[in-house]
């Protein structure tokens, strides 16, 4: 027998514990039944019809009906000689409830019915519980939020935000971050999901270039303002990133401006990031300056053109070639994703001892 009382206390509980409306958590299992009734009762093309009246404690089940003089679909029509006062193409409601519950039927439908609701309670919490992160951060697409560590361990990462749990995916976490129950970090809301027929999605990063960016905003109010601009950022997370910036106003130093006094603002965000090391460039209209800076910290003696209009070559002494590459390339080829162009890197012999003094 389906328990009615029992149903309500737990929806009540359930409401409760996972801050969901009663209302939807009571649409949810009425789905639910309304499945079940289908799959061992009647008909998958039927339009069925179930409502859980707590007041009464009782659950009503109807079957609509198109009024036709032709029945060609008995599952969603019915003649209009079974049926009075009503016309041709009227919907109709046939109540089925008595018969689904009477005697010889009410515990095995009790107990379908449950089981059914079960699974689609804990399958619909988790797609509620989705919906309801979407809408915290549907209208913080690449915004930066600062979040507390509810757990970290083995690989997992999950953040409190607002009384919801947020994972913090596998592929967005940098392995040099430090994360600890209990400690708080910023991260990137850098995806937002939302498919007819699909659970919706945010996905939360700690990886992506833009991150970068939106933390410097935090400690350089000259952004915000409009007086630096970040024009682009490329990252090798947890190693590198390098950035271009820019001024309208002749009498600021972008670069400067984000490093800050004694260098304080850029210590800040490399704080932010567990360490690491951030390069900023000037973004002027002398591209072979540009690519010089990009390359930092590397001293490069010139650049020229090279077999195409996206090369150049970079020139610098000998001594120099394991900072201009970097590690695994790593240097050049970050300085060669932010100005656009394919750099080679080549040594110039020099008075060697002369040049390094």
């Given at each position: ?96 409830t008595d018969e689904v519950m009477n005697e010889e039927n009410a515990e095995s439908f009790g107990r379908i019915a449950s089981q059914a609701a079960r699974q689609v309670i804990i399958q619909k919490i988790g797609e509620t519980e989705k919906e309801k992160i979407y809408d915290l951060f549907k209208d913080s697409l690449w915004e930066l939020v600062a979040m507390k560590i509810d757990i970290a361990e083995g690989g997992k990462v999950l953040f409190e935000y607002k009384d919801n749990k947020i994972p913090l ?189």
């Open positions: 027998m389906l328990d009615i009382k029992k149903i309500e206390a737990a929806i009540t509980m359930i409401a409760a514990e996972k801050k969901i409306p009663k209302e939807r958590l009571t649409e949810i299992i009425e789905a639910a039944l309304k499945t079940a009734y289908k799959k061992d009762y009647g008909n998958r093309d039927e339009e069925v019809n179930v409502k859980l009246n707590f007041e009464e404690e009782k659950i009503e089940i109807a079957i609509e009906k198109t009024v036709v003089k032709v029945v060609e679909n008995p599952a969603l029509e019915i003649d209009i000689k079974e049926v009075e006062g009503f016309d041709e193409w009227d919907i109709v409601e046939i109540d089925v995916p596998r592929a967005e976490q940098v392995s040099r971050d430090n994360y600890v129950a209990g400690g708080r970090m910023y991260v990137l809301v850098a995806d937002l999901q939302k498919e007819e027929n699909k659970a919706p999605r945010v996905t939360l990063s700690r990886k992506r270039p833009e991150l970068v960016a939106k933390i410097f905003e935090e400690f350089v109010p000259e952004i915000e303002e409009g007086i630096v601009s970040i024009d682009k950022v490329v990252r090798q997370a947890w190693v590198k990133t390098k950035m271009l910036v820019s001024t309208t106003f002749p009498e600021i130093d972008p670069v400067w401006t984000l490093i800050g006094q004694k260098w304080i603002r850029v210590k800040q965000v490399m704080d932010e990031l567990f360490g690491e090391k951030i390069d900023i460039v000037p973004n002027i209209d002398d591209a072979q300056e540009v690519i010089k800076k990009a390359l930092s910290p590397a001293k490069v003696l010139k650049v020229i053109p090279g077999d195409n209009e996206d090369h150049v070559i970079a020139y610098i002494a000998e001594w120099e070639r394991a900072r201009a590459v970097g590690k695994w390339g790593l240097n050049v080829n970050l300085a060669s994703e932010l100005t656009g162009y394919t750099i080679s890197i080549e040594e110039m012999k020099s008075e060697k001892k002369e040049e390094e003094k």
